[in-house]
């Protein structure tokens, strides 16, 4: 420690090389840099005034101008900011070999020459390794040759050393240099390696440490996020289960009057839906992530469906008691437009937007439509709505299609927070686009777009309204078994099906459903999935091997497309997911009929 405050002290008057530009030194090679100029400044200075007096006194004129430019280079060398660290080296090294060369043709061995030009290899070693210690030995070897030529013609100072001693002397001293500048290049190479190596470690520990600490951020917002979303879950399922579970409790009143019978029960009804609708957000977020969503595309009107789901939002407006007005702006030229898409989806991407914009506007008016648009080489439909409503704040603009990022970020604690991550999600599985505008107590305005058919044709046919009549079928002749262990699930499936005439008989597990195909062979079988003692698959394992035409319809709470493709590979005939209505079950009964 007391070294390196030394070092920092002599910095104040000698230039610290600078690490970022010398690229071919390590620290610790710069800091012997540091301390080799300081020390050459000193002992420099020391060995100059004698030399020179000396010099001055024998009237070597030459020798004085040699010591003189070599001490005037170092100093300018050391004391220089400017000079990179790699250039002083080099300065130094190329210095000391003309210092030591000039030495030794004018004073011969009464001069240090042999002394400087053994620093020449020693510092070329030790700063550039084996490039520095194979190169300086060839200069110092072809150096002392050619010096050789004055020795034996007797020229100059240097002429003091005979043929054969200068010979003898010249090898000594290149086997003596050699070696050290061998040993030394192999300690130098063996400190870099350590030294890079140990840099490496650091420097990744340091990135793994700055890594671990982002995700740990990540994961700390992540679970912040997560923790918000499920309070706020918890208040979106609590809220409509009170209602059912409360006015449920007022049904039983026998005083109740046919019109608050009738109004608790449609009450219900709607709790039930947006139960439902919550369940289904939660299902569907997992299919996108999962990438299990399947669509079933065919040609949707696109007027129609876009006035059905205004109607809808206009209704519950009204039920809000809201001041707001809905504009389903749309050119007629266009009114007949046909798209290929999911229908069902279509209309859950509607009522997303649309629920939103009367979710979030207390007064005001509402403007939806389409238009078409050329797109990137192609024409696609742009939906539009646009309300007058809270808007939302800038700082939340990219998290707004996030997941969990409602509850939270946005500001509005009502509904489930995935609504536009699965609006989202969807629109780019069907080949779309969202974007949006926004600006605090302004409004909202978001687009979409669906891609157009090429087919102008298809785009625009004759639209034909068709008014759906569900006549309820009858199965006299039909005995179904209903494998199903919640009691109120297989009350709720035999008050739909007693009016059909259809005979049931019920089975609560698995084995009870094989003991049952042992004694009668049903028209259909309705399964469950999860059932105690053996549940539904392994039962259908076992019914497919010996009954392989009977038709299966699993009606089950397990809603993921994979336990769907399950059922299937098992040999279901048709799949039904709870909570399903009556109409859908009767329709899928009469579809696994056919089979």
Request: with cysteine.
């Amino acid at each position: 420690m007391k070294f390196y405050k030394q070092i920092k002290t002599l910095a104040t008057l000698i230039p610290y090389p600078e690490l970022e530009k010398a690229q071919s030194f390590v620290e610790w090679k710069n800091r012997l840099l540091f301390v080799t100029l300081t020390g050459l400044a000193i002992i420099g200075f020391i060995a100059y005034i004698p030399s020179v007096i000396l010099s001055v006194k024998e009237q070597l004129w030459a020798v004085v101008a040699v010591d003189t430019i070599a001490y005037l280079i170092l100093l300018i060398v050391i004391f220089s900011k400017k000079i990179s660290a790699e250039s002083k080296v080099k300065a130094c090294l190329i210095t000391f070999y003309i210092l030591g060369v000039a030495i030794l043709v004018l004073l011969g061995k009464e001069g240090a020459g042999f002394n400087w030009l053994f620093v020449f290899p020693i510092l070329s070693s030790f700063f550039y390794g084996d490039r520095g210690f194979i190169g300086s030995a060839l200069i110092n070897i072809v150096t002392l040759s050619v010096l050789t030529i004055p020795v034996y013609f007797g020229y100059g100072e240097i002429a003091q050393y005979d043929t054969g001693g200068w010979v003898v002397n010249s090898i000594n001293f290149i086997a003596i240099t050699s070696f050290i500048s061998f040993s030394l290049m192999i300690v130098i190479s063996n400190i870099d390696k350590s030294l890079k190596k140990q840099k490496k470690m650091t420097r990744l520990l340091r990135e793994n440490k700055e890594k671990l600490a982002i995700e740990k951020n990540r994961a700390e917002e992540s679970d912040k996020l997560k923790s918000a979303f499920l309070a706020n879950m918890s208040h979106e399922i609590r809220t409509p289960l009170n209602a059912i579970l409360g006015f449920s409790d007022l049904l039983a009143n026998k005083n109740l009057s046919p019109e608050k019978f009738n109004h608790y029960n449609s009450l219900i009804s709607m709790a039930g839906d947006q139960l439902t609708r919550i369940i289904e957000d939660i299902i569907d977020i997992s299919k996108i992530e999962l990438n299990q969503i399947s669509f079933d595309i065919g040609p949707v009107q696109i007027y129609d469906v876009m006035q059905e789901i205004v109607e809808t939002q206009e209704n519950k407006i009204k039920s809000l008691k809201k001041d707001i007005r809905i504009d389903f702006q749309v050119d007629k030229k266009i009114e007949n437009l046909v798209i290929e898409t999911d229908v069902t989806r279509f209309k859950q991407i509607l009522n997303n937007l649309i629920g939103n914009a009367v979710k979030y506007t207390d007064s005001g008016k509402i403007e939806t439509g389409y238009i078409l648009k050329k797109e990137d080489d192609s024409h696609v439909v742009d939906f539009f709505i646009k309300d007058t409503g809270r808007g939302i704040p800038e700082e939340a603009h990219e998290l707004i299609f996030d997941r969990f990022s409602q509850a939270e970020n946005v500001g509005f604690q009502e509904g489930t927070g995935l609504g536009l991550s699965i609006t989202k999600g969807l629109l780019e599985m069907l080949g779309g686009k969202i974007r949006f505008t926004s600006e605090l107590n302004r409004g909202s305005n978001f687009y979409f777009t669906l891609p157009l058919p090429m087919d102008s044709e298809s785009i625009f046919p004759a639209r034909k309204k068709e008014t759906k009549i569900f006549d309820l079928p009858q199965f006299n002749d039909k005995t179904f078994f209903i494998a199903e262990d919640d009691n109120n699930s297989f009350y709720y499936v035999s008050e739909i099906l007693q009016p059909t005439g259809a005979r049931l008989r019920k089975a609560t597990t698995g084995k009870e459903l094989i003991q049952l195909l042992a004694e009668e062979i049903p028209d259909l079988i309705l399964l469950d999935i999860n059932m105690p003692e053996m549940n539904g698959l392994e039962a259908m394992k076992i019914i497919h091997k010996i009954y392989p035409r009977l038709p299966v319809l699993a009606q089950t709470a397990y809603a993921m497309e994979n336990e769907r493709n399950k059922c299937f590979e098992y040999g279901c005939c048709g799949y039904i997911a709870k909570p399903f209505r009556k109409e859908e079950l009767l329709n899928a009964i009469q579809q696994a009929l056919k089979h």
